[in-house]
């Protein structure tokens, strides 16, 4: 009933860009929150940012300054906008979404991964 369609991943070089975007698309009702998660081989899945309904914004530390996350609630869109990139996140990107369906309850839903490589 909902899907997390991502894209815009790929291979850079460090110190390089990427912008990523995540459409939800379904019986969606409202969204509450929209965020990126990612997982390196052999790590647990750890966030990178989130951005609520209000554009409360939280990022890991290890990202600030260098990345950006909005949104488009019209297109229920999400973006994460990736600047001077390092080795360090390459990863699997994965969208989430906590939102409410419509004659359903409110619940977390993922997309299926993007690859970022940050190599040379």
């Known amino acids: 009933q909902v899907q997390l369609v991502e894209s815009g991943g790929g291979l850079v070089q460090p110190g390089g860009s990427l912008r990523l975007s995540c459409a939800a698309s379904?019986?969606?009702?409202?969204?509450?929150?929209m965020g990126w998660y990612r997982q390196a081989p052999g790590k647990q899945r750890e966030l990178v940012a989130t951005?609520?309904?209000?554009?409360?914004?939280n990022y890991a530390d290890s990202v600030k300054g260098r990345f950006t996350i909005s949104r488009d609630n019209a297109k229920n869109t999400v973006y994460l906008q990736m600047n001077s990139l390092k080795p360090e996140d390459t990863a699997v990107y994965y969208c989430?979404?906590?939102?409410?369906?419509?004659?359903?309850?409110?619940?977390?839903?993922w997309g299926q991964g993007t690859q970022v490589t940050a190599s040379s």
């Open positions: 989430n979404a906590n939102l409410k369906i419509y004659g359903g309850t409110r619940n977390v839903y």
């Open positions: 379904g019986s969606i009702r409202s969204i509450y929150a």
């Open positions: 951005i609520t309904s209000e554009n409360s914004i």
